[in-house]
């Protein structure tokens, strides 16, 4: 037999009876205690956004739509769209709308806006999470 | 013949060390590990005391090989069930919760002893004796239970702490090659390789102990 397998049989005689070492009796409760502890620090100082994801995606989803269309449209500013298509019984609705003018906003407004929104989020989720470290230290 | 009494009785004993606790070990080992996580998760927090009793000794035992200390030991086995509960939410159920586990502890304990600037003093055998196994298991075999396990103890401290994990966790017998390769982000070659060196390092430690020595036995 080789010495190879000598030792592997030797070490499986040996080494797989070893006993684990004990350690002090309430080490579990310790480790529950400050479990616990975490846990009820982290309900009261749990960070909560004022807006949800669900709004921000909803947000950033218009205010895509709007950029693609100026961009597509290629107009620098906002311009009342055009009922005449809708049918003429539903005219009287659409005339408050057709009289109802935005104030122009030109295209480096809205660009200035998008990058502004776009790093804010990036902040606050920076934010977060070094706020979420802190309280889980 | 005591020898062999004693072996088997502390071989019965050790179907219930994972637990730490004979009678928690039967009520319990019903309920598996992700089932006790998806218990956790949906807010039993108390659930997570019979993980951490379950593994507690193993976690324990690592940590003490790797940092030789049993305060810092003890802190980093709490600091591992603490991060551990913690990232709960991040383990995904693909590996077994005891990989996951002992992954963190190997890391934690290296952690501990760079962030306490201390070297583990461990022998660097670049050229290791041939190994008389034949005569180690004689000995081993004529010494009581009790200065056996002590001397394999010490040996096993002498190895370095990757060397330390691996011999550990393999011969718990509770994770295959593929398993300690994924912990210690080696690949199963490596792992094997290292499991063959650290043995035959083991034995030659052992060999060179004074308690080997037969003229002082006698």
Known sequence: ?137 | MVTDFLNYFFRGQKCNQKSGDPVLSLSMNHQDDHQLIKAIRAGQTQAYATLVKRYERMVFSLALRIMKNREDAEEVAQDVFVKAYQALDGFKGDAKFSSWLYRITYNRSLDMLARKKRQPTFKNMENMAQVNSSQIENMLDTMEYQQQQKLLKNAINQLEAEEIFIVTVYYYKEHTIAEIAEMTGLTESNVKIKLYRSRKKLFTLLQAMPAFNKKELL
């Open chain 1, 1 to 137: 037999m080789k010495e190879e397998e000598k030792i592997e049989i030797l070490a499986d005689k040996y080494l797989t009876n070893l006993p684990l070492d004990r350690l002090s009796f309430d080490f579990s409760a310790k480790v529950m205690t400050e479990i616990t502890a975490s846990e009820i620090n982290k309900a009261r100082f749990s960070y909560k956004p004022l807006i949800s994801k669900p709004v921000w995606a909803t947000f950033f989803a218009i205010m895509g739509a709007v950029f693609v269309y100026f961009l597509i449209s290629g107009q620098s500013s906002f311009q009342a769209p055009d009922f005449s298509w809708f049918p003429k019984q539903l005219h009287s609705f659409t005339l408050p709308l057709a009289n109802f003018k935005l104030p122009v906003i030109s295209g480096t407004v809205i660009s200035s806006i998008l990058i502004f929104s776009f790093m804010a989020l990036i902040e606050i989720s920076v934010i977060k999470r070094l706020f979420d470290r802190r309280t889980t230290q």
